[in-house]
């Protein structure tokens, strides 16, 4: 679909990559990512980007509204693309980091992340009109979106796809796509140098490379991973796994990772057996305790500045405040700025709120932005009905009826 330049708009540069450079902006309103084709050469590649994500529509793939032909200061054309919370790279360098036990995540969950990129692979590789590969397979290319009391990943990056494999002996490094070395498979030599094909089983390896990493929790190359695994006891449990669980896990990744592109599994074999695993982790057919509200926004970057933390306040926005606050947006007092004082935090029905609550960084926040600690709540800050015994308030406005 083609988008004329008077329905975006260009807010802040936020990256650049192998076709150009990516910016937040606005769709008709509405928050979206724009990428922007640097040269000549990656003008073609966009475009094809384009033509792949319009025969695209699946939950884990990203969204394209669009392609506009010229716009911006260079005139160049734009893919307009939903806009996403993060990459899963950024999640796994959070979970790397986690190091709080009673704040863990269910195993179940992580592969449900690994199941959901697996499903987006999957749906390109079995895309109407679709015969090709992606070619650049990592986690930096699978986007991340916060939806409902989970997480939603979605592919992303066609640039580098193909969407046929015929024709392909002289592939070379243009061609194949900016990928990555850590994530390349043992063909990609000769595929470059045009003495073999490329496959969608390249794609499989890459996969299965970027999920050793994601159950190891680790950012080391995925070859130094495979070996430590493999030379770990064969009985052993391991991610949270029964041992049974952990040798089909162990032999799934091994297989993706075979030397050879016949020994690898498709993607529909990979899918199939996380699901399995997945299913054998629930009990009496329910789902593991899913991670926390706080948990869950740890695992993304902070959504905001010390800045937003103080705007969230004066608007009493508490909701955005505490979600700025578990992603890790410091209390910091050389941000404050002058406020009027707001009935919300002078009257202490905030404050009262957090100390019940036991959410420490928000009593340190409110008290630096002038809460009252002696005041007495008189009005619920959440629903605006009056506070009569406040150890048996239920606040109309939380739909799990907390008791402060």
């Known amino acids: 679909m083609t988008v004329s330049s008077d329905r975006i708009e260009f807010k802040a540069k936020i990256g650049k990559g192998g076709l150009g450079k990516a ?25 094809a980007e384009a033509a792949v994500l319009e025969t695209l529509r699946h939950p884990n793939i990203v969204v394209s509204y669009g392609l506009c032909e010229s716009a911006g200061a260079e005139g160049r054309p734009v893919l307009v693309l939903e806009q996403c919370r993060c990459n899963l790279w950024e999640v796994m360098e959070k979970l790397s980091e986690r190091a709080d036990p009673s704040e863990d995540i269910h195993i179940y969950w992580i592969l449900d992340l690994a199941r959901q990129a697996a499903t987006g692979l999957l749906a390109f590789h079995s895309g109407q009109n679709l015969k090709g590969y992606h070619g650049d397979v990592k986690p930096t290319n699978f986007l991340i979106n916060e939806e409902g009391r989970w997480l939603r990943v979605k592919l992303a990056d066609f640039g580098g796809s193909k969407q046929s494999m015929h024709n392909s002996a002289t592939a070379n490094m243009s061609r194949f796509g900016a990928f990555s070395w850590m994530y390349s498979a043992p063909e990609v030599t000769e595929v470059l140098s ?91 057919g329910r789902e593991p305790r899913r991670p926390s509200a706080r948990c869950r926004i740890q695992l993304m970057p902070p959504e905001g500045t010390g800045a937003d933390l103080c705007a969230a306040a004066y608007e009493g926005d508490i909701d955005r405040a505490r979600r700025l606050l578990w992603g890790g947006v410091p209390v910091d007092s050389r941000s404050k700025a002058p406020i009027a004082p707001v009935p919300m935090l002078s009257g202490g029905s905030a404050l009262h709120w957090a100390v019940v609550a036991g959410e420490r960084d928000m009593i340190s926040f409110l008290l630096k932005m002038g809460a009252s600690p002696n005041a007495k709540a008189k009005v619920c800050w959440r629903c605006e009905s009056k506070i009569e015994d406040r150890t048996l308030h239920v606040c109309a406005g939380n739909l799990r009826g907390r008791k402060y």
Not at 199 to 215: M, T
């Open 23 to 47: 910016y937040k902006g606005l769709f008709d309103g509405m928050d979206c990512a724009l990428k922007v084709a640097k040269t000549e050469e990656t003008e073609t590649e966009l475009r």
């Open 194 to 284: 045009g003495h073999q094909n490329p496959s969608r089983k390249y794609d499989v390896f890459s996969f299965c490379s970027s999920l050793i990493q994601l159950l190891e929790r680790s950012l080391e190359h995925p070859s130094k991973l495979m070996d430590r695994l493999e030379a770990s006891d064969p009985e052993s449990s391991r991610w949270g796994l029964s041992p049974n669980q952990t040798k089909q896990m162990k032999k799934l990744i091994r297989d993706g990772r075979a030397h050879r592109p016949s020994e690898r599994p498709c993607m529909s074999t990979v899918v199939s057996q996380l699901q399995t695993i997945m299913s054998q982790l629930r009990v009496s």
